[in-house]
């Protein structure tokens, strides 16, 4: 199973980007194998409007079944349940240390959007 | 004759001169409240409203029985308004320009066009001035729209003033595209240069003559001039920066009215503007 988190960097130890929208990049991480792939979201950084809903396309299409970020908006948020992703928001300051909250089941699936839109 | 009246900075002056130019003219004009986020020129003429339309735009709605799940829809939508993941797709309704591609594309037919209201277009008889204004519903963020139906009010035999939104994005651009002359309302100060030399530059994008008006005369410093000069930008008015225009403007009376010598400053401009159409049309 594939999950997502949201960086700026390209490794485990990079931050986590508090936005889903507009994050610069995707961790996707493979829980079996453990490995993972960097994905680019620079097009949706400097989007006009939609980030959210882009955002959680390109995330839908890499096939990820959840996504660990810091806080995801309305469209995104319906946009990932349609497309049966479970959301889990989470202030953890890197990747490794979210990826490890959402493995030791620290996380709960978030139910609704806990932003507006165009929040930061 | 089309002239537009623009800025880069907003509140530099645009109304003051769309309304104050109208009633200069003396003849019958149409004046055009483009600036339909925050329309204000109807809050300086008194007349009564004899028109009121409501303005929709087009949004698909998706026939289930007839969706094949194809996504074509969705790569089409530039705008992410419409989303699909081999199911259904979903509409997000507040992105949707009106655009209409997704109908256009669906191989099944599934999708239709329905109404969502956007906004309204205010007719007011003033005298010699036919206002018309846009007013765009509250938490609508899609002005384009709005502001190309209020230009299709626009009666060809008669001249026209249109009042631009501020800025220099679509809404602007939608605004001043295809008139005959803008005139960039600015100020002396290193604002209201910052955002002249940005105007400058989506005017002279559109390739639409041009002119700019200072306000505010005296109140900066001498760099919009040099600007102007440097480019070759004919200035058309300078506006003192005379309290008492102020104050008449903040009990919504025309400068022209409050201060009869200031009448001389518009008739001057609509000789210019006049002249400038001349040449034009040579």
């Known amino acids: 199973m594939k999950i997502a988190l949201t960086t700026s960097g390209n490794d485990l130890s990079a931050p986590l980007d508090s936005r889903f929208g507009r994050a610069p990049k995707f961790l996707i991480y493979d829980l079996e194998a453990n490995t993972f792939e960097i994905v680019d979201n620079e097009q949706n950084l400097n989007a006009a409007q939609g980030a959210g809903i882009q955002s959680a396309q390109t ?44 493995r030791s089941g620290k996380l709960t699936e978030a139910a609704y959007a806990d932003v507006d839109g165009h929040w930061a | 004759m089309i002239v ?63 969706c094949n799940g194809c996504c074509e829809c969705g790569k089409f939508c530039t705008y992410n308004a419409i989303v699909t993941f081999g199911t259904v797709p979903l509409i997000f309704p507040e992105m949707c320009h009106g655009c209409g591609g997704c109908t256009l594309i669906c191989p099944t037919k599934a999708i239709t066009e329905i109404g969502r209201r956007i906004g309204m277009v205010e007719t007011m008889e003033s005298g010699n001035i036919t206002l018309i204004g846009g007013r765009l519903d509250v938490g609508v963020a899609m002005a384009p729209p709005l502001i190309r139906e209020v230009k299709k009010c626009l009666q060809n ?18 605004a001043i595209r295809d008139t005959d002359m803008v005139l960039l309302v600015t100020e002396p100060t290193p604002f209201g240069l910052n955002d002249l030399m940005l105007a400058v530059d989506m005017v002279r994008e559109l390739k639409i003559p041009f002119g700019v008006i200072v306000n505010r005369m005296g109140c900066g410093d001498d760099r919009v001039h040099d600007f102007c000069k440097k480019e070759n930008i004919p200035i058309l008015l300078e506006i003192p920066d005379d309290r008492r225009i102020a104050e008449s403007y903040s009990r919504g009376i025309l400068m022209v009215d409050a201060l009869p010598e200031y009448r001389s400053l518009f008739q001057s401009l609509i000789l210019k503007v006049n002249e400038f159409e001349k040449t034009r049309s040579l």
């Open chain 2, 4 to 66: 537009a009246i623009a800025s880069g900075k907003g509140g530099t002056g645009k109304t003051t001169v769309s309304v104050n130019l109208a009633r200069t003219l003396g003849t019958k004009v149409q004046l055009l409240d483009c600036d339909v986020e925050e329309p204000n020129a109807h809050l300086f003429l008194k007349g009564k409203k004899v028109k009121e339309e409501i303005v929709n735009i087009p949004i698909p709605q998706v026939d289930e029985a007839l």
């Open chain 1, 59 to 102: 995330v839908a299409r890499l096939g990820v079944k959840a996504l660990v970020t810091g806080h995801c908006g309305p469209k995104a948020f319906i946009v990932l349940k349609a497309a049966n992703i479970k959301i889990y928001n989470t202030a953890a300051a890197t990747v490794t240390e979210a990826l490890e909250q959402y």
């Open chain 2, 157 to 174: 035999n008669l001249p026209a003033i249109l009042d631009a939104p501020p800025g220099t994005s679509c809404p602007v651009i939608a």
